[in-house]
């Protein structure tokens, strides 16, 4: 995909996993790759920051004899997932009238 | 394992706190998805590459570069500027950005130079008035309090703008490290140039 995804849509695709379920960071990386084209050290700095933001908060649960670092939506994450669902329907209806379904 | 440590030791330019929370991810990380020492430079490039990486990617995300202290903020562009030439960009546009980053700084040392130059100017006109007005006042009464007034006149001004002019200084400075993390985030886009 030669097409860039911004930090908006980034933000977004890792919100909306989060809002199906609570994921530790390899997880929520492979999950992430099925959708957007990124490298793998591409998630810390976005985690910070949603972390940062108060959109996402972590919890820690134990897992084979150690402790895995979980990612959860906050209200406000759930809040921004659902502001750029909407800004993503009206930028990608009218992207796609013009530039999609030809074939 | 020896891989992250490595990293671990290039992380010094990084605040602790933030050292061990990306330290503590990244070994949650390798764990998870089974990786050793081996895959791990495959995939994530020398410790030390790496490092850099990491480095960047926290000075460029910290939104406030006021937040930091002048020390961290030299760190910082020094950082982004490793990593920018550390980038695989073409050599064209390679030795364009180091002549620009090379005037930028030229263009920011001067005017820091010049600032401070004025102030110690001022400052020495200050003292040798003052102390060649204590020497002549038991000649010449008025010319000696003529030359002290004046050297406290100085010292005046000196308080008066010194804080103007190292406000100043710490704006341009301040949008010089701006700048750095622009042209920063311009050629080093989310690790894309990162991927092995």
């Known amino acids: 995909m030669s097409i860039q995804a911004p930090t908006v849509l980034l933000d977004g695709t890792v919100l909306a996993i989060l809002d199906v379920q609570d994921l530790y960071g390899y997880a929520l990386t492979k999950k992430v790759k099925q959708h957007v084209k990124i490298s793998e050290s591409t998630m810390y700095p976005v985690l910070r920051r949603l972390e940062k933001g108060g959109e996402v908060e972590t919890y820690s649960e134990p897992f084979e004899g150690r402790m895995r670092k979980y990612y959860q939506l906050t209200d406000d994450g759930r809040q921004h997932l659902t502001n750029i669902k909407r800004d993503w329907q009206d930028f990608s209806s009218g992207i796609n009238a013009i530039l999609g379904e030809h074939k | ?196």
């Open chain 2, 1 to 196: 394992m020896s891989y992250l440590n490595d990293v671990e030791t290039q992380l010094y330019a990084m605040p602790r706190e933030e050292r061990d929370e990306i330290l503590a991810y990244y070994d949650e990380y390798f764990t998870d998805a089974h990786l050793t020492d081996e895959q791990a430079k495959q995939k994530f490039g020398t410790p030390k590459h790496f490092a850099r990486r990491l480095v960047a990617d926290y000075y460029m995300n910290t939104e406030n570069t006021t937040e930091l202290k002048p020390k961290n903020q030299i760190k910082m562009i020094w950082m982004v500027i490793l990593a920018i030439l550390a980038s695989p960009v073409i050599l064209p546009v390679a030795i364009l950005i180091i002549a620009i980053l090379i005037a930028i700084v030229a263009v920011v040392g001067s005017v820091i130079v010049t600032i401070l130059a004025v102030l110690f100017t001022i400052l020495i006109i200050a003292i040798v008035s003052i102390v060649s007005g204590v020497a002549i006042i038991f000649s010449s009464v008025t010319g000696g309090i003529f030359s002290i007034g004046i050297g406290l006149a100085a010292i005046g001004l000196l308080i008066l703008v010194g804080p103007l002019f190292i406000a100043g200084m710490r704006v341009v400075f301040n949008g010089f490290a701006s700048l750095i993390k622009w042209i920063g985030r311009q050629f080093i886009k989310k690790g894309e140039n990162y991927e092995a």
